[in-house]
């Protein structure tokens, strides 16, 4: 099983970025045209996409056949899916195609196709305990992909000149990173069924402080801050309707308030280093019977028009533009972008925390808009609708 010996995962030793390459023996070619046929086979397949009501309403139905039921749905709906992201991942260009980061994009997919494909039939709680535990694997295995495909097209656009080059990139990121979280939720709320947890329904916080995200994602920021720069950090000032409470999926805030706040605490201490008192950064939260906003604000000089244009390209990042490149540099290797959706990664210096941002945003029926003031700092706008516009139009 990938759990046990995952390909291609990287580590951090003395703040190294390090790769652990898989003990699982490589598919043979008999194997792999085999494997592709049937890869082919679930790709001509129609996924289901159930709504967030659908899914909320049965998560409360926790008998023997209903558990069974959802491994069977699971099952297929996660070799369909996986189907498709192979499929798109080998419709890219031949040259991405060349890069060995890709390439481990592609093997870690089929080894989890593989896997699942693999499962026994689940007839009793037992095999559904041992489903259970083979796609919490698959998806530990399957953590860092959207890292892997940037890192390996980051390395590789240099070498293409294609000028749609950046458009198909685009819809293949696009497709890959909402495919992947549609995928997580699903893979999610299945798991849910089994584990009673506290002020949730299935994979939705009904209780959802924006102040506390704002602060646990603003301390992970402080402290990657501290160990690069060394220097005293600006105060994270939270107002507005501060004890707003919404219901919501707290991974996908999580992710895109980690990654507005880490931008937010680099550009404000880039910009004034060596002064002890910083300027603050400031997020105000708004809370409606519609929707529920949130604004950061930092004082960090601003972007330039071109970089704000630029802003929603996978790998475009304004690190080469930073002028200290040694902070820039050691931003990026102290993240450890093995830990993304367990609390950690900030996918620093490969141009896609923002961009994947905006699509998880855009995703949920909101908005995610920047306005800057060269010289001055910057403001991001976060708009989302509250969970019952979304029961219905959002499909997962």
Same mark, same amino acid.
């Given at each position: 099983m990938l759990q046990q010996a995952r390909r291609g995962l990287g580590i951090l030793q003395n703040n190294r970025l390090l790769t652990i390459e898989t003990k699982k023996k490589p598919i043979t070619v008999s194997q792999s045209s085999s494997l592709q046929r049937k890869i082919n086979e679930f790709a001509m397949k129609q996924k289901n996409e159930p709504t967030l009501h659908s899914i909320m309403m049965e998560s409360n139905n926790?008998?023997?056949?209903?558990?069974?039921?959802?491994c069977h749905y699971m099952r297929q709906e996660f070799l369909v899916r996986v189907a498709h992201v192979i499929t798109h991942l080998q419709n890219l260009p031949y040259i991405i195609l060349t890069n060995e980061d890709i390439k481990r994009v592609l093997d870690l997919y089929m080894y989890a196709f593989t896997d699942m494909l693999n499962q026994p039939d689940i007839r009793s709680l037992k095999d559904v305990d041992n489903f259970n535990e083979t796609l919490s694997g698959l998806l530990d295995d399957l953590t860092d992909i959207i890292w892997l495909l940037s890192k390996g097209i980051h390395d590789s656009q240099k070498n293409v000149t294609d000028p749609e080059f950046a458009s198909t990139i685009k819809r293949t990121m696009d497709y890959i990173v909402i495919s992947r979280l549609c995928n997580r939720i699903l893979a999610r709320h299945h798991l849910s069924m089994h584990i009673q947890r506290e002020g949730y329904i299935s994979v939705v916080n009904t209780d959802l402080s924006l102040k506390r995200v704002i602060q646990r994602n603003a301390a992970f920021?402080?402290?990657?801050?501290?160990n690069v720069y060394m220097e005293t950090l600006p105060e994270v000032i939270i107002d507005g309707h501060a004890d707003a409470r919404v219901a919501f999926i707290p991974n996908i805030i999580d992710y895109v308030i980690r990654e507005v706040l880490k931008n937010a605490f680099r550009a404000t201490v880039e910009n004034n280093l060596h002064q002890v008192d910083k300027p603050p950064i400031i997020c105000t939260i708004s809370n409606s019977a519609d929707y529920w906003k949130i604004r950061v604000s930092d004082r960090g000089s601003g972007m330039s028009d071109d970089t704000l244009r630029s802003m929603e390209k996978y790998c475009y990042t304004s690190f080469k533009n930073s002028r200290d490149e040694e902070f820039s540099q050691a931003f990026g290797e102290i993240v450890n972008p093995t830990v993304a959706d367990r609390g950690g990664?900030?996918?620093? *210096?490969? *141009?896609? *925390?923002i961009p994947v941002s905006m699509a998880y945003i855009r995703f949920v029926k909101g908005k995610m808009e920047y306005q800057s003031l060269p010289g001055i700092g910057t403001d991001v706008y976060i708009k989302v609708p509250q969970i019952a516009a979304l029961m219905d139009q959002l499909h997962i």
């Open positions: 926790k008998s023997k056949n209903r558990l069974i039921k959802s920021s402080a402290n990657v801050c501290q990664s900030s996918l620093a *210096g490969f *141009g896609v *925390g």
